[in-house]
């Protein structure tokens, strides 16, 4: 019957809508990029083979495929070292994050309730401008001959300039920069919620105002480290940009070989494989966020 | 005709008469021994918030082991003294002495006081043991030492089953014993209780009551507790403070309150009053004589200075007037009237009678003590009466 059965199908819609999502935008690219990790480098266009064809059959293209890459990859240091890289730049990065951002988001969530909005908006006013163009300034400040060498001159803290352009240093600053919104937000999130007559509580029971915020604040608040450290961990592994325009040639991060050599040296197989295995160095970190989610989700309840 | 309801009122409100359990002596009163120091003493003490002037030049002693309840509608300013009293809001002015040390700019963590907050403030990250110890574990205790005393007042609470569950796997009950219990975990010399009771049914609340006092007695602790309960301050406190818009009206035991309230206010706030305006028409022998608005004359021992002509107000309890149908012996004091509305309440019965002068006057009888009269019903003419040291007569 119509007037039972739609309702019922309209349901299977909204069920189904977001896993179609993610069979389309995520699961299919997934397995043509595995694909392409199994293929074989080739001077041609697509530069990789085999190419599926009715005409020499399922079997035969399946032949082709092979893990090559992989062992290619686990066989030079370059790629291991590169991954290692990423992962160290990525935490140091994370943690420096953090401490920027735990000062912020407690002031900010310490302000009058009727300034909170306004520091919110400054926090993320800078995303209205692109950010190619936020990195690029940050060039312009960290060059030898840039703002900060000359502000720092200025001010008599330094006679020599700044070499921190083209150095890990410069990637530090630059994802420090750019995903301090991503900690900042989680953590203040955390922050509000605290309930102010917890604080209150811990000091009439005796505790000093630095043991009350190690004893209830920042344990409070852990939810809120933990959505911010992965939200900038996780993309700062696979980092391209910043690396690419801030770093030096020893600032080795996985995301400047891949790029390197899908573009540079057209080995887009080589690639891929990079790529898959950038992602299954993020699904331990992936999967911890997820189930970090679901557990403060349960415990909102 | 006109049904009775049991609803109007509860007979509860009169104040148990004895020894109390918060103030086991019988002759409990060091209010009254002008040579015992306060533990407390509140010297002069204003808030204000900006323009807005939460408590007014307040002055309070409280004494060892008193039960004290702070007592007053909402926004009248009694948390608001508590919390200065805790720490968390600095007088204006004045100053706190507490044991004989002005405490007025010590930071809460310094205190001899702990307080139970409205909202209990548990820590959600910490089990109940790890509530309980937490203010032992600031004074570096040993950890064996702080095991015992968590016990102890897990155990004086009824609370050891729970000792590992989180703050958010307890009932509203629990988690209230659980604020008391750490609270109560440090022996402090006093405890500040703001509005405790608040979030439990009304059942659970007096559960709760004759546990406060239980362990208010069973540690000698002195208790402030922040209510705008009447029932639930007449319960507890050995003294009550009313407050109004950040003044302190009145200050008494449950009884004197109820037995000669200062105001108009404080009789209607606390129990049920029957209230006459009233001129004086003379003043002699320590007794007032009342015309009142309402047509009759009205004759009241008093010690409260007034003279002829002021305007005055008699204060009335239900229960301490008698209702007959035979008009009394005496003319003093003796109003007719008709009976409008009866609440029967089991036990006893509330009369509702309109007077001739078209006042409505509440009067109670016990019911099996008349069992032998005539019962009184609807539409009945009867007579009021009381004895000339019933009623107080109020000028505020
Ligand atoms: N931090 C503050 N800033 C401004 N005004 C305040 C502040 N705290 C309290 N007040 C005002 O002071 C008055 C007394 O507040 P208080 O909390 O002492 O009331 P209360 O008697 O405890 O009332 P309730 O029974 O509702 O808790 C209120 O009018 C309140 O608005
Ligand atoms: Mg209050």
Known sequence: MSSSSSPDIRRWYVIAAPYLWLLIFFLIPFFVVFKLSLSDVATAIPPYTPIFSWSTGIWEFFSQLDFENYTFIFGDPLYINAYFSSVKIAAVATFLTLLVAYPMAYGMARAPKAWQPTLMMLVILPFWTSFLIRIYAWIAILKPEGFATLFLTKLGIISEPLQIMNTTTAVYIGIVYSYLPFMLLPLYASLEKINPSLLEAAQDLGSRPWRSFWQVTFPLSLPGVFAGCLLVFIPAVGE??????????????????LWTEFFNNRDWPLASAVAVLLLFVLIVPIVIFQRQQ???????? | MTVATASQSTPTLTPRAGPRTAAPQSGFAPWNDPKKPPIVRFEGITKRFDDFVAVKNITLDIYEREFFALLGPSGCGKSTLLRMLGGFEKPTEGKIIVAGQDITDMPPYDRPVNMMFQSYALFPHMTVEGNIGFGLRQEGMPKDKIAERVDEAMGMLELRQFAKRKPNQLSGGQQQRVALARAIAKKPRIVLLDEPLGALDKKLR???????????????????????????AMTVASRIAVMDKGDLVQVATPGDIYENPKTRYISGFIGDVNLFEGKVSAVADGC???????????KTRSAEPVSVGQQVWLALRPEKIRISHDQPSSTVNAIPGKVEDIGYLGSISHYHVRT???????????????????SISWEDSVWLDWPVDAGVVLTR
């Open chain 1, 240 to 257: 391209f940009v910043i690396p690419d325009l801030l770093g030096g040639s020893d600032t080795l991060m996985i995301g400047k070989t």
């Open chain 1, 294 to 301: 679901q557990l403060e989700r349960e415990a909102g309840r």
């Open chain 2, 206 to 232: 007096q559960q709760a009551q004759f546990e406060l006092m239980r362990i208010q007695e069973t540690t000698g602790t002195t208790f402030i507790i922040v209510t705008h309960d009447q029932e639930e």
């Open chain 2, 288 to 298: 007032v004589e009342i015309e009142s608005t309402e047509g009759s004359k009205l």
């Open chain 2, 356 to 374: 001739a002068g078209g006042q409505r006057i509440t009067a109670l009888r016990a019911n099996a003590a008349h069992a032998v009269e005539r």
